[in-house]
């Protein structure tokens, strides 16, 4: 009878632990009003926030196209979106996040942004390109 009450005990305990930090999670990043909280094309972005925001400092009258990507697992995969998306001129600025599986890339205003290039460009490095997301700044 003491187990079982000590495996309830110690189960509580996690139980409460886990859910203590998945609210602490949540609220760390409720910034409403925020760019990345913005619906685009019917979706929700779903980028790092404090990331997101550093990245468009300075970006005023730009667009930023927000690019999914799977298969970016490790530091080299990001590397190389990152050199490949760096020799295109018309991209004023870019950040991988590995972490996120998302690729920000700053444009020009009146700038045509192709998904189909991009996917290419990913696709030269072994990931794929799932959903693009384009906002203006």
Request: one cysteine or more; glycine letters at 6%; proline letters at 1%.
């Given at each position: 009878?003491?187990?079982l009450y ?7 305990a996690?139980?409460?632990s886990?859910?203590?930090?998945t609210m ?5 990043y ?10 685009v ?16 400092v300075?970006?005023e ?6 690019v999914s ?16 998306f760096?020799?295109?001129q ?5 950040d ?6 998302k ?5 020009d205003?009146?700038a ?6 991009i996917?290419?460009?990913i696709?030269?490095?072994?990931q794929?390109a799932t ?7």
């Amino acid at each position: 009878m003491k187990y079982l009450y000590l495996v309830f005990v110690m189960m509580a305990a996690v139980y409460t632990s886990a859910h203590n930090h998945t609210m602490h999670d949540m609220e760390s990043y409720n910034h409403e009003g925020h760019l990345h909280d913005t619906m685009v094309d019917g979706k929700l972005l779903e980028v790092n926030p404090k990331r997101f925001d550093n990245f468009i400092v300075d970006l005023e009258g730009k667009q930023v196209a927000v690019v999914s990507v799977s298969g970016m697992v490790c530091d080299f995969c990001a590397r190389g979106i990152e050199k490949t998306f760096s020799k295109n001129q018309s991209i004023l600025k870019l950040d991988v996040d590995l972490s996120g599986g998302k690729v920000l890339l700053a444009f020009d205003r009146d700038a045509i942004i192709d998904f189909e290039d991009i996917k290419k460009k990913i696709l030269s490095n072994g990931q794929n390109a799932t959903d693009l997301q384009i906002i203006k700044i």
